[in-house]
């Protein structure tokens, strides 16, 4: 059984920063392709941003591409996301999740297969 432990999230205010982490246990975090999405109220789980096994491809949503940056660690078992120039629209709950396929990456949030418990980002105007 995979863990992922989100943490970073918090209040600030528009225009501001954040780095999230999460972290995975497990010896196998090297083998999967990671991605970051989020939830706002009464929305639907959107997905922002993944990160391909080794990080040598990553892939955004729109909304988010040019402000915020997927990277990982694998030594660390850790993938993060640092979002800077932060709007009110992001204020949202984030998680990150495991891509369950073989290689690659994808949006699909169905093809994720471990979730962490999520993380609240308030950005406030």
């Known amino acids: 059984q995979v863990q992922l432990v989100e943490s970073g999230g918090g209040l600030v205010q528009a225009g501001g920063s954040l780095r999230l982490s999460c972290a995975a246990s497990g010896r196998t975090f090297s083998m999967y392709a990671m991605g970051w999405f989020r939830q706002a109220p009464g929305k639907e789980r959107e997905f922002v941003a993944s990160i391909s096994r080794t990080g040598g491809n990553t892939y955004y949503a729109d909304s988010v591409k040019g402000r915020f940056t997927i990277s990982r660690d694998n030594a660390k078992n850790t993938v993060y996301l640092q979002m800077n120039s932060l709007k009110p629209e992001d204020t949202a709950v984030y998680y990150c999740?495991?891509?369950?396929?073989?290689?690659?990456?994808?949006?699909?949030?169905?093809?994720?297969?471990?979730w962490g418990q999520g993380t609240q980002v308030t950005v406030s105007s």
């Open positions: 999740a495991r891509y369950a396929g073989a290689t690659g990456a994808s949006p699909r949030s169905s093809l994720y297969d471990f």
